[in-house]
């Protein structure tokens, strides 16, 4: 009886460091291996992603801010010729537009209506870079040079605009009117001092990029406009007269 006893106790507390045992065994070398494996096909499926994300929203940014900039310098020199009292100095470079004759597209000389198309203007040379501060009437600024820009106030050059316009119409002292003009925005990137080859005008797309995109070749933002002085007396008849058509009576243009 007694060995009977001592043979269930010694089962029982067998059991019980057994069970204690279990319960404190850790994973196999097999399961850690399987663990491992999963966790780093996961991180690699998603991985990409995550880098393409980031990569798109980055070019998001940036187009944003070229657009904006360009927006920024069509609407600093509408006020200025909105304002008057202001020199041709103070205007963008002036170069010669191709024209087309709205109906035929031919060269222009017609009576129809006349469409510039300041696309046709080359992009800045590569090496063609002007400091930030450089001014439209500064020595050498002419429409094959890119002025630096920093969006943001740190010091640093984010972009480079190119700023151009067609010779316009001329009122009685000579001064621009009527005229089309042209702003590209390049990154910084796009620059190289070693080239005199012309950048591109096409602008870059916004499309889901996982690296540099278009950045490095072409403009992020691009612009044409037609801005016309309005406040004058004369004013519709310049404008008519800059689209290539002769005013009629009812204008009554001095």
């Not at 850690?32 to 096909?41: D, E, M, P, R, Y």
């Not at 920093?150 to 700023?163: C, K």
């Not at 702003?183 to 690296?211: H, K, M, Q």
Request: charged fraction near 15%; glycine fraction near 8%.
């Amino acid at each position: 009886m007694a060995s009977s006893h001592y043979l269930k106790h010694w089962l029982s507390f067998h059991r019980r460091l057994k069970s204690k045992a279990d319960a404190n065994a850790g994973l196999t070398l097999i399961e850690c291996l399987v663990a491992i494996v999963v966790t780093g096909l996961v991180v690699g499926l998603i991985s990409p992603a995550v880098v393409i994300s980031v990569a798109t929203r980055v070019n998001s940014q940036k187009t944003e801010q070229a657009l904006k900039t360009a927006q920024s310098e069509i609407d600093r020199v509408r006020a200025i010729v909105e304002r008057g009292s202001y020199q041709v100095s103070d205007l963008p470079p002036s170069v010669t537009f191709v024209a087309a004759n709205s109906t035929t597209g031919t060269t222009a000389g017609g009576t129809d209506y006349i469409t510039e198309l300041p696309e046709t203007i080359d992009g800045p040379t590569q090496n063609g870079l002007i400091g930030a501060s450089a001014t439209y009437a500064s020595t050498g600024y002419t429409f094959s040079r890119a002025r630096e820009v920093d969006v943001n106030g740190d010091g640093a050059t984010d972009f480079a605009i190119q700023a151009f316009r067609s010779p316009g119409q001329l009122d009685a002292d000579g001064l621009p009117v009527a005229f089309s003009m042209g702003v590209r925005v390049y990154d910084l990137d796009a620059f190289d001092p070693n080239s005199s080859a012309n950048l591109a005008v096409e602008e870059a797309t916004a499309g889901v990029i996982g690296t540099q995109g278009d950045r490095d070749a072409l403009p992020l933002a691009v612009i044409y406009t037609t801005i016309a002085k309005s406040d004058l007396s004369g004013s519709l008849c310049d404008y008519v007269q800059y689209l290539g058509s002769t005013p009629s009576s009812n204008y009554e243009c001095n």
